[in-house]
């Protein structure tokens, strides 16, 4: 099983930018589906964006355009590239493998990682 460690979170006001990684304990070359999720406090673990091996990307509404998730085979390692960052960004951010594309909107997988945590401030 694939271990992950996310990193990079922090506190931003709003408007920021960050750059959060996920590390990976095994070759994500052949990994069809990385993707990052976020949970907000009280709330549910929701997909951000998902990266296929073939390149393509998905980004649920409300991070399009601001956000960009990116991957280095050569280093096993996930990217979330956050721009323009709102307080509604606040969440402890999460990343993940999958088998499908795009993964379904409620994170379903059964092992998380630590996560990151992202602080908007307005």
């Known amino acids: 099983q694939v271990q992950l460690v996310e990193s990079g979170g922090g506190l931003v006001q709003a408007g920021g930018s960050l750059r959060l990684s996920c590390a990976a304990s095994?070759?994500?070359?052949?990994?069809?589906?990385m993707a990052w999720y976020r949970q907000g406090s009280g709330k549910q673990r929701d997909l951000v964006a998902a990266?296929?091996?073939?390149?393509?990307?998905y980004y649920v509404d409300s991070v399009k355009g601001r956000f960009t998730i990116s991957r280095d085979n050569a280093k096993n390692t996930v990217y979330l590239e956050m721009n323009s960052l709102k307080p509604e960004d606040t969440a402890v951010y999460y990343c993940n493998t999958h088998g499908i594309f795009p993964p379904p909107l409620i994170g379903d997988r059964n092992h998380w990682g630590q996560g990151t945590q992202v602080t908007v401030s307005s």
């Open positions: 990266l296929k091996k073939d390149g393509r990307t």
């Open positions: 095994i070759n994500i070359f052949s990994i069809n589906v």
